[in-house]
């Protein structure tokens, strides 16, 4: 998977120090709930189109809430997802 | 002293709160780089620069604690990236009306909870009068010719066809009632005044004079208050807020500003005003995520901050 250029990969932000695996990929995360939340765009992605895996994520949003557009191969997934402070699943919407 | 808004352990200065911060975020706490993230800066780099910004995050000198609490509110709800429901309402269509109604009727119950705890545990007749007076307005009514703020959103929704028993058979949702206990908590364990500038700092939402300190917009543009954009219910619902939220905020607020300077409870009342507009932040989100459940498209409206 193809790693964000800098900063958190859910956020943006510099703070922190959290490193982790997500598919296979090491990726930097500022907290460990945007590396949940992170898991969990990945995870409903691939759970939700019954992809293996998953090639890249384009994230546009903020706290409130995060328009996703995943790819894996030539399909490409495009929704909605928020979550609590504390990680948990809020909001899934599938867009067109 | 400065105290830490997210675990509210005293340092001596706001150099002292810069390396308290500096320190949790190199353990990636979750708490405080959210809290910096949301508040101040995502830029490490920034870091030299914390207690500086932090000091001007929190200054309240020559502006006063009610102005303080006002700035704050319109820069997270009416700023330069407004609130998605903020923007919804604008020109609100049905499904958002429901959403504001089904998850506002938990809200207003609260309201007089929250209330109720200033009430239990102040000894001053001024906030007492204040207090009973707004929960009057807000829940109980005066007579039928003014209707309560709760007894004017229920027409609303019975206006787009709902049914009364269904509308108070619809439990909240999971971030309302999340929303609801912050609230109930902050009224349990927090000074009065406390409460007090949790709860009347939110009735800024409603404020029209908020474009004066520097919003970009109001909570709703005020011409759909004439012709027939809205049904009449919902024009009655809006423009009681509209109407009474400038003096529900306000006077509320210079008598927390009286109360919390006279106390020494200036920065404990900043702490729980910051924990309260968190709360109203995602419960608003929850008004909006109910009326996707009307309408998906909705969806349109979050997603769009960097």
Redesign the interface.
């Known amino acids: 998977m193809k790693p964000p250029t800098a ?1 958190c990969a859910l ?8 490193w982790e695996e997500v598919d296979g990929s090491r990726l930097f ?5 945007c590396a949940k939340q992170y898991r969990g765009i990945v995870g409903e992605a691939k759970r939700r189109k019954g992809w293996a895996a998953v090639d890249k994520v384009e994230m ?8 996703c557009t995943v790819r894996y191969g030539p399909e490409t997934n495009k929704f ?1 997802i ?1 979550f ?2 504390d990680g948990e699943l ?2 899934f ?1 599938e ?1 067109g | 002293m400065a105290l830490c808004p997210v675990c509210e352990s005293k340092s001596p200065s706001f150099e002292a709160l810069g390396v308290h911060f500096a320190e949790e975020t190199k353990k990636s706490d979750v708490g405080h780089v959210m809290w910096l993230n949301r508040n101040v800066t995502k830029d490490k780099e920034a870091e030299p620069e914390l207690p500086r910004l932090l000091e001007g995050f929190f200054d309240i000198d020559g502006i006063g604690l009610s102005r303080w609490i006002k700035t704050r509110f319109i820069e997270r709800f009416f700023g330069k990236r407004p609130h998605p429901f903020v923007l919804a309402l604008q020109h609100p269509t049905k499904p958002v009306l429901l959403g504001y109604v089904l998850e506002h009727q938990h809200f207003l119950k609260q309201w007089v909870r929250s209330l109720s705890w200033v009430l239990a545990k102040t000894d001053s007749p001024e906030a007492t009068r204040e207090e009973l007076d707004n929960i009057t307005t807000e829940f109980y009514g005066h007579g039928s010719d003014q209707p309560s703020h709760y007894e004017l959103l229920l027409r609303m929704g019975e206006s787009f066809g709902l049914k009364r028993e269904d509308i108070l058979a619809t439990p909240p949702l999971p971030a309302t009632a999340r929303a609801i206990e912050t609230w109930q908590s902050i009224g349990r364990t927090r000074h009065w005044v406390e409460t007090m500038a949790a709860m009347h700092s939110l009735e800024l939402i409603a404020n029209r004079d908020v474009k004066r300190d520097g919003a970009t917009l109001t909570y709703f543009d005020p011409r759909i208050l004439e012709g027939g954009a809205v049904t009449n219910e919902t024009r009655a619902f809006l423009w009681e807020g509209y109407e009474a939220d400038v003096e529900h905020s306000e006077v509320p607020l210079e008598m927390v500003e009286r109360f919390a300077g006279q106390l020494g409870i200036i920065e404990d009342v900043q702490f729980t005003f910051l924990r309260s507009m968190e709360a109203f932040d995602s419960y608003l989100m929850a008004r909006l995520e109910r009326g996707m459940q009307f309408d998906g498209g909705l969806a349109a409206f979050i997603g769009g901050g960097a």
């Open positions: 900063g956020c943006g932000a510099t703070w922190g120090d959290d995360f500022c907290c460990e709930v546009q949003g903020d706290f409130r809430g995060r328009v909605l928020s609590f402070e809020r909001t919407a867009l």
